[in-house]
Every structure is written in structure tokens, then in C-alpha cells.
């Protein structure tokens, strides 16, 4: 018999099809609309579950007795307690590898558009205000030749080392865990410390997981030692900063602009003083937003949702003792 999965996310009719060689699966369109009322009908006889964007926590797991695994299509497990899966047994897998680039593209993205003012601009020509050829009240900053600082070496920092180093000449500064000797000689790459890179960077890029750990690590303390012309470019998880002290540092001038695709509370609050800065480029959470990357994303979220389904070690698994336990 077919196993039963269960899914909050809409998948194309071709991957749709490849999860139901596998197992029944019944799709929620939209599930925080009710209140989670149809997710938590259907969580009884789920042994599977696909989706993203949803905190599944204790009080909806505890609903969901029979679940086997959990296929986030996201690289980010922030939104799970990992210690509780295990407990449970259940299997954790995420979407790594498949949204590096375009992640990276995206960070990319919000540095030239923060320093060179694009949006503002764009929107000063589209709202009939260009009148006369732009001059220094409108100029930007430079990208290429400045120094990049990117804060958390993994596979999407990797990315934003590799474009700034390779396309616009850019030196590396790195903070993470550990140094990387591999990537230092890659990218011709220093590592800093947090507070020296905060001095030394141009443009501050955030790339880490959020954990216990990162939760709040750019703060007042952090941005008060960032160069004035610099600029803090954030495509990892809006925890990861202080937002009121942002707000602070780019009303004050402290700091000249920030590139923000995440924020502390999503979707943004239309009242926020961060989207009545000039200086502020922000986006809806759209760092793995294109068509060819959410569906390789869906694609690894189902193969490995089918893997477990079918007894296998999934490629991506995050909680290999969630994995064991349930064995
Ligand atoms: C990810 O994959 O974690 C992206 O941030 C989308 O949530």
C-alpha cells in the first residue's frame, strides 16, 4: 500500500506525478489560512510531509503520530527543533547545493542595487522626477575594486566569494567557524575575525544559518564598528540582526545603505521605517526565487521525501539520529 504524504506547497504536475508513482498525497493549498484547520485534519495519517515556510511545531507534530519524514524545500532548517525530530524520529531533508548560485546571484543583486541606487533611481525616472542629467546628490558608490566581507563560509558564501573576486575584483574578508585554506587560496581570500571584518569590509554580507548562536549577531555593538560608506547586505535570516538597531544606523547615517532580502518578521510590515529609507534596498525573501531554481528545489524536497518513504538514506538529511530512530 501507497503511503500517504502530505503537502503545503504546490508542486508542477511533473514532480507532482513522480510522488505519486510513490505514495497518495493530498496538498493544502495556503495552510496558515484556517489556522492550520486542514493541516492538522490531514497530519493523522501523514507518514510523509513537503512544504516550506511553516514553523511545525510540538503542539502539530504531536497530531502527526505516524510521520516518517519532513522534506523542507529550503537549505534553511531554522524553522525546525531538530532535538525533537530526533526524539520522534523523525527525518529532516533539505534543499542544499540546487539554490547556491542563485542565492548568491540575489546577493549579488542587492549589493549593485544598494550602491548604485538602482531602485531609487529607477523609480525617480518612472515617476517623471528625471528632469536634467543626474549629479553628486544622485551618484553612487563603486562595487568593483571594494572589499567584500562576507560573514559565514559556506556553500553560498562561496558563491559571493567567487563573483566578487573573479567578476569584479573585489578582496575577500571572511569570518566563519573556522579558516578555509582552500577557500583562501581560491578566492585570495583573508580571514578576519567578526570585528575586524566589520572595519575592514565595504560591503558586509550575510550569509550564516540562524541559530542560537547567530540570532542578533549584528547589533548596535556590531554596526558601531562598521566604516561610514559601507554596506551591510543581508540573504540569510532576518534574526541574524538587530533590526531597530539597523534602523538606527541608516537613519543616523552610521552606516550608508543596507541590501535586505530577510527580515525579523515576514512579510514586512508596510509601516516599517526600513521602507522609508532611501538607503535601504529590501526584497521579499527572494534569494532562491527563480523558476528553474524552486523547481530543482521541489525535485530534491520529493526525491527525498520518496528516499525515506522507501526505506533509503535520503541525500539530504539533516538529523541522521531522527534517520536512526526511526529504524
Ligand atoms: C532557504 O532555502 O532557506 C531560503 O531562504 C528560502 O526560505
Redesign the pocket.
Known amino acids: 500500500m501507497k503511503k500517504h504524504v502530505v503537502l503545503y506547497k504546490q508542486l508542477s504536475p511533473a514532480l507532482m506525478e513522480r510522488l505519486q508513482a510513490h505514495a497518495e498525497a493530498t496538498f493544502i493549498d495556503d495552510p496558515k489560512r484556517d489556522d492550520f484547520a486542514r493541516l492538522r485534519a490531514a497530519l493523522p495519517d501523514a507518514q510523509g510531509l513537503l512544504g516550506?515556510?511553516i514553523k511545525l511545531d510540538a503542539t502539530l507534530l504531536d497530531l502527526a503520530p505516524q510521520l516518517e519524514a519532513i522534506a523542507t524545500v529550503?537549505?534553511?532548517v531554522d524553522n525546525y527543533d531538530i532535538e525533537d525530530l530526533d526524539r520522534r524520529g523523525i527525518a529532516l531533508c533539505n534543499?542544499p547545493d540546487v539554490?547556491t548560485e542563485t542565492t548568491a546571484d540575489t546577493g549579488f543583486a542587492l549589493i549593485m542595487a544598494t550602491a548604485r541606487r538602482v531602485v531609487e533611481l529607477a523609480n525617480m525616472v518612472r515617476s517623471g522626477d528625471w528632469k536634467q542629467n543626474i549629479g553628486a546628490a544622485h551618484f553612487g558608490s563603486d562595487v568593483h575594486g571594494k572589499t567584500l566581507g562576507i560573514i559565514g563560509m559556506g556553500r553560498i558564501g562561496e558563491a559571493l566569494a567567487q563573483r566578487g573576486h573573479f567578476g569584479f575584483g573585489m578582496p575577500v574578508l571572511y569570518h566563519s567557524h573556522s579558516a578555509k585554506p582552500a577557500v583562501e587560496a581560491r578566492f585570495n581570500a583573508g580571514y578576519r575575525s567578526l570585528e575586524a571584518l566589520l572595519r575592514e569590509a565595504d560591503f558586509v554580507c550575510l550569509t550564516v544559518p540562524l541559530t542560537a548562536e547567530t540570532e542578533g549577531l549584528i547589533g548596535k555593538e556590531q554596526l558601531a564598528l562598521m566604516r561610514p560608506q559601507s554596506i551591510l547586505i543581508n540573504i540569510a535570516r532576518g534574526k541574524v540582526v538587530d533590526e531597530q538597531a539597523l534602523i538606527e544606523a541608516l537613519q543616523s547615517g552610521r552606516i550608508r545603505g543596507a541590501g535586505l532580502d530577510?527580515f525579523e518578521r515576514e512579510p514586512l510590515a508596510t509601516d516599517s521605517p526600513l521602507l522609508r529609507l532611501k538607503n535601504v534596498v529590501a526584497t521579499p525573501?527572494m534569494?532562491?526565487a527563480t523558476h528553474e531554481t524552486r523547481e530543482a528545489?521541489a525535485r530534491c524536497a520529493v526525491d527525498n521525501l520518496i528516499s525515506v518513504l522507501k526505506g533509503e538514506r535520503p541525500t539530504n538529511l539533516v538529523n541522521p539520529k531522527g534517520w536512526e530512530a526511526q529504524r
Do not use: E, F, P, R
Open positions: 516550506a515556510s529550503s537549505v534553511g534543499t539554490l530577510v525573501h534569494g532562491s528545489m
